[in-house]
C-alpha cells in the first residue's frame, strides 16, 4: 500500500533517474486499455470521459491502445484548461491524428448516450472534497447509464488515502491503479487491479528529490528545535542546534551546562542558550528541561556532544522514559535507548560503531546489510538511521537508503547536523520521511561545495537552505 502523497514522491524520484511522468503516463494508459480490452468486446463502444489534470491524461494514451472499438472521447473542459503539459501534449496529439475528441464546455452538455464501456478518468489522486462542476454532473450522468464503468485510478471523486467516498463520486465497477495499492480502494465494492507502470525499484528505495518535498514541511512551519547537549564537547551541540536554524526550525534551544554557556552562545547569534547550573547533564537538570520541551513542544536532540558520565546517561535514561515527544536521539545517548521504555516519538542516528553499540548489526556495508537494520529498528520500536557512506533509514517496516554526500563527509560534525536537519523536518513530518529527507539535504548540501577534501561539517550550514528550500 502506498499515500498518494509517497507516490508523488517516489514519481518525482523516477523522473529525477531518467524515468520521466510521460512515460509512466503511456504505461497507465497502456494498462488502462488492457482493462477495458477484458471488459468490452470488439466493436464495442467505448466513451473516454477525461478530466483537465493527468488522471485525464492516461486515459488519452488509453484511446491510441483501443483502436477496433467504437471510441468517443470527451474532454470535461477547454483544452486550454489542461493543467499539465504532458496531458495536453496527449490530447494534441489524438485531436492531431483524427480521433473522435470532443471538448465538453457545458455540463449539460455531456452526451453519454449508452456506450458499453465508460472510462472514468475525470479526477484521480488529485481531489479534494465533493465533486464540484462539470465533474458533479458527469458523474451522475456515469453512475446513471448501463455501461461497465472502469475507473483510472481511483474512482472519481473518491480521496484515494482515506477511503472517504463523497455523494458526488462515480460508482465504479473497476479501478485500474497504478504501481501500488492505495488505501483507500480497500473498502470499494468492485474489482481493483493494480498494474506496474515501469517505476524503477530505485525510485522507492534510493532517496531522492522527491523524499526532499516528502519530508521537509513548509517554511513557516514554527517548529522549535530543542538540543540537550555539551558538556565534554562544545562544537556538536552547537552544530546541530545551528543546522535545525538552516533547516527552517523557527527557533533553536541549547540546554548545556553553564560552564560552556558563553563558548556556546558566541558561536552563533541566532541560538538561544539556556544553560544550566552545573558542569554536565545530571539527573538534577531533567525535570525543568522535560518541563521545557514539553510546554512549547519541542523537537529534542538528545546527545550530541553529551559525554558518557554516568550521571549523564542516566538523566538521559530518565529524560527517555518521561519524554513523551518527538526527539532525535544522537551519539552518546544512543546506547541506553534499547534499555528504555519511552512514549516519545525516536529517531535513532548512530554511525556503524553506536549501531553496533546499540545491539544492532556490526556492519561494513550498511547498503548491504539494510535487511539486518531494518529488522534492528522493528525490534528496537523506532526510526533507525544509521549513517555510513550510505545512509540506511528504516522503521521497521519501510527503508530507504541515501547514497547522496561526498567522501569528504567523513570529517567530524556532519552527523551533528544531520541530527539537526532532522529534528527541524521531524516538527511537522513523519519521522521516516523527515530523516530520509534529512539525509539527502545533509549529503546533497556536501555535494554541492564539491570540496575534494577538507569539507567542515560547518560548510554544509551555509548550504542547506539551497539544497532544501531551492530543491525540493
Ligand atoms: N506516479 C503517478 O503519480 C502517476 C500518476 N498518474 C495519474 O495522475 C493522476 C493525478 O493527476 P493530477 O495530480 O493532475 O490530478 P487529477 O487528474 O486527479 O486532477 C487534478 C485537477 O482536479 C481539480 N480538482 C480537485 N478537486 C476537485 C473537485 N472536488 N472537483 C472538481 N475538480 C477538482 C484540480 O483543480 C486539478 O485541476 C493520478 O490519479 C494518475 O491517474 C499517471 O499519469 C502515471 C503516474
Ligand atoms: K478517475
Excluded at 499515500?3 to 488502462?32: F, H, I, Y
Excluded at 481493483?192 to 512551519?221: F, H, K, M, Q, S
Aim: net charge negative.
Amino acid at each position: 500500500m502506498i499515500t498518494t502523497a509517497r507516490m508523488g514522491a517516489v514519481d518525482r524520484n523516477a523522473a529525477a533517474l531518467g524515468v520521466p511522468q510521460k512515460q509512466l503516463m503511456e504505461s497507465s494508459g497502456n494498462a488502462v486499455a488492457r482493462v477495458v480490452r477484458e471488459v468490452a468486446s470488439e466493436g464495442d463502444s467505448v466513451t473516454i470521459v477525461a478530466g483537465r489534470g493527468n488522471n485525464g491524461g492516461d486515459a488519452l494514451v488509453a484511446a491510441r491502445f483501443l483502436d477496433g472499438y467504437d471510441l468517443s472521447i470527451q474532454l470535461l473542459g477547454r483544452p486550454e484548461a489542461i493543467s499539465t503539459d504532458i496531458a495536453r501534449e496527449n490530447w494534441e496529439a489524438l485531436e492531431e491524428a483524427g480521433y473522435p475528441c470532443e471538448s465538453v464546455t457545458d455540463s449539460a452538455v455531456l452526451e453519454l448516450g449508452e456506450p458499453d464501456v465508460v472510462v472514468d478518468a475525470m479526477l484521480g489522486t488529485g481531489i479534494s472534497g465533493e465533486l464540484r462542476e462539470p465533474e458533479a454532473s458527469a458523474a451522475r450522468a456515469i453512475n446513471a447509464c448501463d455501461a461497465t464503468v472502469v475507473s483510472v485510478d481511483v474512482p472519481s471523486g473518491v480521496d484515494a488515502d482515506t477511503g472517504d467516498v463523497p455523494e458526488s463520486a462515480v460508482e465504479a465497477d473497476r479501478v485500474v491503479t497504478f504501481h501500488d495499492g492505495k488505501l483507500g480502494l480497500a473498502e470499494l465494492d468492485c474489482e481493483v487491479r493494480v498494474e506496474d507502470i515501469g517505476i524503477p525499484a530505485a525510485a522507492e528505495r534510493y532517496v531522492g528529490p522527491g523524499d526532499l518535498e516528502l519530508g521537509t514541511p513548509a517554511p513557516d512551519a514554527g517548529t522549535r528545535v530543542f538540543v540537550i547537549g555539551g558538556g565534554p564537547y562544545t562544537g556538536a551541540p552547537a552544530l546541530s542546534a545551528q543546522a535545525a536554524l538552516r533547516a527552517g526550525a523557527e527557533l533553536s534551544f541549547l540546554a548545556c551546562p553553564d560552564s560552556i554557556g558563553d563558548v556556546l552562545a558566541g558561536y552563533a547569534e541566532d541560538l538561544i542558550v539556556q544553560a544550566y547550573d552545573s558542569d554536565r547533564l545530571s539527573p538534577d537538570e531533567v525535570d525543568d528541561l522535560i518541563e521545557t520541551a514539553t510546554k512549547h513542544d519541542d523537537v529534542v536532540v538528545l546527545g550530541p556532544g553529551l559525554g558518557t558520565a554516568d550521571e549523564t546517561l542516566d538523566a538521559a535514561r530518565t529524560f527517555l522514559e518521561e519524554f513523551e515527544g518527538p526527539m532525535v536521539v544522537d551519539a552518546d545517548a544512543l546506547s541506553i535507548v534499547p534499555e528504555v521504555d519511552t512514549d516519545a516519538t525516536l529517531v535513532c542516528t548512530p554511525n556503524r560503531k553506536e549501531l553496533a553499540g546499540m545491539g544492532g548489526p556490526e556492519l561494513d556495508d550498511l547498503e548491504a546489510g539494510a535487511d539486518e537494520i531494518e529488522a534492528f529498528a522493528a525490534d528496537l520500536g523506532h526510526v533507525v538511521m544509521a549513517k555510513a557512506e550510505a545512509d540506511v533509514v528504516s522503521d521497521g517496516e519501510r527503508t530507504r537508503i541515501s547514497t547522496r554526500g561526498t567522501p569528504g563527509m567523513v570529517v567530524g560534525g556532519t552527523g551533528d547536523t544531520l541530527a539537526g536537519i532532522t529534528a527541524a523536518f521531524m516538527g511537522e513530518r513523519d519521522p521516516l520521511d523527515a530523516a530520509a529527507a534529512a539525509a539527502y539535504a545533509n549529503g546533497r548540501a556536501a555535494e554541492r561545495l564539491e570540496k575534494g577534501g577538507g569539507l567542515l561539517a560547518s560548510d554544509l550550514l551555509d548550504e542547506l537552505p539551497g539544497v532544501i528550500w531551492g530543491e525540493r
